[in-house]
């Protein structure tokens, strides 16, 4: 094998940089389409993303890649570039195993249910919903089967398969099977606890103000503006490109702590975007892991350190010369640590949250089995609502299962990575509390730098290099574990 | 000829609408660097860029397009669809008939040459700027004898047609020549009226108010913000695409005067982009007709009303409201209507402005000719700049031969449109007023709706389906004709 013989896989580097620039650029669309564009622009701008993605897609399906990629193998590549072929041809092979066809139904048909949902949600029109949902749910089946026969593995497993490579249905029943013997009770226990804790008023603080505080906790977090910047949608999220990471919240004047923490959620996803390998950037292997990774990253920013008592404590002075009137200390935690049950999956606190993900881990499993039906969902759902959370849901789907964009567009298999991420997350912690000792007194004294070091050394930099049980046993010494996790609950809402 | 054999007409559609769709990505890659990336996006972005052009260029030169274009003429077109067959052909011989490696070596001449002023131009270097630019205008002049043999014209008419498509050198020399008879008067003649006017300060504004007020103007001038934004840039330019119309302006908060007259020219650019045929969108017919059509646009709004007495009084009230201490009507008159002769082109007032243009309009001529070497080109300068302004500008580089970009990327052809650009505004004004009566009294009564509907109906709606000609004469009985710009000076500057 000579230096030229290594020319697959130069050619492959150099298509699959190109196919980064175009993303570059549907990334910006996006990101654009959220924060600035005016409402007249949309149609024209649908158009020309529509085509970047056709093109994208015409990118990763190159008649040439499969046997270039095969080629490849065969050359005397060093274990990151491995790495980075095996990156590119799972891409190749997602890419590939749909056919167009299939795609293109699927994608007219979520946006038909879609579009339909935003007024049905409203008018709680569950009738309206449910034969869009049946329609979609049909081609969802159709991709899935399609992906598991090439992959060799269950329908559901294949869809979980592309947002979390490698997880199961099996892994994950084991898991939440875990979670579901213990939750109830604790959450139980947390609520007895905290119903003698005191009512208060949030006060009042500007937008501008709001956006101030944001920075300086964006720059407190380590946030580089250099490489990126903050801005204002209907919903918060975190876009852009490594180099120019562009996160959004909104700011509600009569209650600033869902968007100041969504600020402190969304600079997490940021800070692993930041920190993803500088020499990968535009391959494979240079972006983030895994969908659940990219939830523990913001939720170790949140929930991790967000909600502690020592990063309160550290950015209470920033808060308090914004609003109405002063806050306490305890009022902060307690306004940051609050548990009830509530019937809203994104305005759950982070005990109740998890009891959310399970109902919805055994729906979309059950629905792509099809031993759910579309039609027995509310069903399903009031039942278990009651059963996880203590809730009756009966008749309200606009706050059940209409409440989610996720089945909307036909997006299954996403929603386990919010508490896959919450688990990971306790384990870094765990992980790093054991080499580094105690987060909260290293925070208590101001000083982020080794928190961050660890998570930067651990994951960010290592971008797709790793498999996510290589990354996790590397990190931790084990794979995912859930019993970190609980121990976090336990040690926050319970021993305090 | 059935229908079925316009497919060759229809093929062509599709193709320039897939162009489209790509420049518009290109139109807010180019916005977002302007106005909102950090720094440190700017390698990733330019590479994503880089990418973007190529793939432009490439579709614009696709192998199928002579062929088509050949097949399609031979159709039974409505005359709109053959303007718009002409249109791609005459994009397609653009985009063919220089080699892709001068382009190419152009281009990183272009950015070297340009990176390298930047400071260069700071530091008065004319030595270190010369073998840049030398070696740019050898690419140059070789780009202009290839367009010119494929165009059968001369090298610098080849890159007059770039911008004006059908000027000539002779063309703009009688036309340039007229001006030189009696402008350099002109001046002297308004230079003696205006001695006696006071001198006085002008207030404050902050930026946030100036932002404020250049909405009410764009409001007034009938910008549409469900298609546009106004934003901030170091440089004002009007980009985006035609649904979505990305302006912007700089303020300065101790002159107000300079970024709100930026704003109300760059709302002109702004009208034309916006009043472009909905049916003719993403196709080459749908675009504006030239880059001096474009800036009559822009001068009408800036030069005809915006600095004429009605639209000022007009404007007074919400001005007066945001500045720290009054002006009164004949302050802001005197203001906009200021004749100085400065070193600088892009500060130069209304009449004193085309004295710049001549002078760069004979300079590129002759370095394209070679008649006029780039070591000649400070000599040059200084002559002209006597003679036609009678400033003294020897040794002073960095304000003379060295002030603007657009050499330093070696945009050569470009410069006469803008005092085309002034001409045309002229005659449109004169058209209008023979149709619709006095403009100012119009403007004077608050109504700028006809002046509007008369833009739109004459230039905008029109796109680029006739030609510059055609237009002229469709909309004002002739074709260019500066005695109207001439009679507009005097109007303006001699007869109040
Ligand atoms: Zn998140
Ligand atoms: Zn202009």
Redesign the interface.
């Known amino acids: 094998m000579s230096a030229k013989s290594n020319s697959h896989y130069d050619t492959l580097v150099k298509h699959f940089q190109?196919i980064s620039?175009?993303e570059?650029?549907s990334a910006?669309?996006d990101w654009?389409q959220a924060t600035?564009?005016?409402?007249?622009?949309g149609?024209?701008?649908g158009?020309?993303m529509?085509?970047?993605a056709k093109?994208i897609h015409s990118l990763k399906t190159a008649p040439m890649l499969a046997q270039t990629i095969n080629d490849a193998k065969e050359l005397p590549l060093t274990k990151q570039q491995q790495a980075n072929l095996a990156e590119m041809r799972y891409q190749y092979l997602q890419a590939n195993v749909v056919p167009g066809e299939l795609v293109e139904a699927k994608t007219k048909a979520a946006y038909r249910c879609e579009q339909a949902w935003r007024q049905q949600r409203r008018d709680n029109d569950w009738q309206g919903f449910k034969p869009n949902l049946e329609n979609l749910m049909l081609l969802v089946k159709e991709e899935a089967t399609i992906r598991a026969e090439a992959q060799n593995v269950s329908p559901y497993d294949a869809l979980l398969d592309k947002f979390e490579p490698g997880m199961t249905t099996a892994n994950l029943e084991q898991i939440f099977g875990n979670l579901k013997s213990w939750l109830p009770q604790l959450i139980q226990q947390v609520q007895d606890k905290q119903k003698s804790e005191p009512n208060f008023t949030i006060p009042n603080a500007s937008a501008e103000s709001q956006a101030k505080l944001g920075r300086e906790i964006m720059n407190i977090l380590g946030f580089?503006?250099?490489?990126?910047?903050l801005d204002i949608s209907s919903h918060p999220f975190c876009g852009?490109?490594?180099?120019?990471v562009r996160l959004t919240t909104r700011y509600d004047e009569a209650d600033f702590t869902s968007g100041l923490m969504g600020i402190v959620h969304e600079t997490g996803h940021a800070k692993y975007e930041q920190g993803l390998p500088k020499t990968w950037?535009?391959q494979p292997a240079g972006v983030a892991r895994s969908m659940a990774l990219h939830e523990s990253q913001s939720l170790f920013c949140e929930m991790q350190i967000g909600r502690g008592s020592a990063f309160l404590k550290l950015i209470e002075p920033h808060l308090t010369s914004i609003l109405s009137s002063p806050l306490t200390h305890s009022q902060l935690t307690n306004i940051y640590t609050r548990v009830k049950p509530e019937l809203i999956r994104v305005d759950a606190d982070e005990v109740t949250y998890p009891c959310h993900i399970l109902l919805r881990f055994e729906a979309e499993k059950s629905l792509v089995t099809g031993e759910l039906a579309v039609a027995d969902l509310p069903d399903f759902w009031s039942t278990q609502m009651l059963s996880l959370l203590g809730i009756n849901t009966d008749g309200d789907y606009r706050n059940g299962c209409m409440q989610d964009i996720h089945w909307a567009v036909g997006e299954l298999g996403y929603f386990p990575s919010y508490t896959l991420g919450a688990m990971y997350a306790a384990q870094f912690r765990s992980a790093m509390e054991t080499e580094l000792g105690c987060v909260e007194s290293q925070i208590d004294s101001g000083n982020l730098s080794s928190v961050m070091g660890w998570l930067n050394d651990n994951i960010w930099s290592q971008g797709s290099l790793l498999s996510i049980d290589e990354l996790m046993r590397q990190s931790t010494g084990e794979t995912l574990n859930p019993t970190h996790f609980k121990k976090h609950l336990e040690t926050r809402y319970l021993s305090r």
Chains 1, 2 share one sequence.
């Open positions: 190109s620039h175009f570059h650029l910006l669309g654009d600035m564009m005016p409402m007249g622009g149609e024209a701008r158009a020309a529509a085509e970047l093109h580089d503006f250099n490489h990126g910047r852009g490109v490594a180099s120019d950037r535009g």
